[in-house]
């Protein structure tokens, strides 16, 4: 049973058009991330909630945002995609932070491409 | 210098051959050692974790740290067509902040039947 769910698997978007990617959990997790991750590439953090705290990796760019309404919904949105912004977005839930060991349990991703 | 530096192979072995794939970091503050797997399209899947140095065994597979040398590995034996993946090595410190952590590329394995 999938406890990381991620909609849609797949997603076309046009240059510059809005898009938004969801992540659903059924682990009741206190913490969600969204890494970017491109080709042969290791994935990288742009954000994570805490519980309702947002927080901004550095160098993530304004062009992406970020939502978490409840527990088990989180939201990822790119304001005006550009080519770059192609990639596999990943999304992910711990128990908690600061634990000695941080067991992250990840969606399947959802590949973002930008026409 | 990456903090995380893991060869991206691709490596490809026959099936039931001992495979042997491995990281090297930097930091020496890294204390949780984690493998994931990656299978193409899918998210990772977390195979297994160490803390500090030593071996973990589970099943076909075996986790190693060696935090004097930095260098951590992972071995599968009797490796399965079915363990076609990329694998990640990911690290964390102790109290780094919010615990995050730190992924290498990955190395794609090949096993072929």
């Known amino acids: 049973d999938a406890m990381v769910i991620q909609n849609p698997r797949y997603q076309v978007t046009q240059f510059g058009k809005p898009v938004t990617l969801s992540c659903s959990q059924t682990l009741n997790h206190n913490v969600m991330y969204w890494y970017q991750q491109k080709s042969s590439q290791a994935p990288k953090l742009l954000f994570h909630?805490?519980?309702?705290?947002?927080?901004n990796e550095a160098d993530t760019p304004d062009n992406f945002q970020s939502r978490r309404p409840n527990t088990s919904f989180c939201f990822l949105d790119i304001r005006s995609p550009g080519l770059g912004d192609a990639a596999m977005y990943l999304c992910?839930?711990?128990?908690?932070?600061?634990?000695?060991?941080?067991?992250?349990?990840f969606g399947a991703g959802t590949r973002l491409s930008v026409l | 210098q990456k903090e995380v530096e893991q060869d991206p192979g691709p490596l490809s072995v026959p099936e039931g051959a001992i495979v042997s794939l491995n990281c090297t970091y930097s930091n020496s503050a890294f204390q949780y050692f984690m493998w994931y797997r990656q299978y193409s399209r899918k998210g990772p899947e977390l195979l297994m974790y160490?803390?500090?140095?030593g071996n973990k065994e589970d099943g076909r597979f075996t986790a190693q740290v060696d935090k004097s040398s930095k260098y951590i590995s992972l071995f599968i034996r009797d490796s399965q067509p079915s363990d076609s993946a990329t694998y990640l090595c990911a690290m964390s410190a102790l109290y780094n902040a919010g615990n995050m952590l730190t992924f290498g590329g990955g190395t794609r394995l090949m096993v072929k039947p």
């Open positions: 909630y805490y519980d309702k705290d947002f927080n």
């Open positions: 160490t803390y500090s140095s």
């Open positions: 992910a839930t711990s128990r908690e932070i600061g634990l000695a060991k941080n067991i992250q349990y």
